[in-house]
């Protein structure tokens, strides 16, 4: 049993053990990307339309990322002039006033095999 924190099968190599035995193992995830999601569906199409090419899952962890920031500078901005300063103040001013700013707290959990990784349930 373990967790990855990054996304499908396709995009990691932990779980990819390499043995000639069979093996049955749980993998629990961060629901990061939540395909049926309003802001993932956008962002695949604006990725699509900008690459050509379908986004994985670093992606749009990534650009999450800098939502979170961009986000919490226009609800939180501490008007510093050094925008090091300011970023940081601004993100701290957001986790204060929302704990769970930008945090997933839907979880997946996958069996995964030799051969495969198969979703099983989403758990709070």
Request: contains cysteine.
């Amino acid at each position: 049993m373990g967790g990855d924190s990054w996304g499908t099968y396709k995009d990691w190599d932990v779980a990819k053990i390499g043995t000639m035995y069979p093996y049955r193992a749980l993998r629990i995830t961060p629901k990061v990307v939540n395909i049926n999601s309003k802001v993932v569906k956008k962002f695949n199409i604006a990725y699509l339309k900008q690459y050509k090419e379908s986004p994985d899952a670093i992606s749009y962890v990534t650009y999450n990322t800098l939502q979170s920031i961009t986000d919490a500078m226009l609800g939180y901005n501490c008007h510093y002039i050094k925008i090091d300063d300011n970023i940081l103040c601004s993100y701290k001013l957001a986790i204060l006033k929302n704990v769970q700013w930008y945090r997933p707290i839907i979880h997946e959990v996958y069996e995964m095999t030799k051969h495969k990784d198969v979703f099983i349930t989403d758990i709070e």
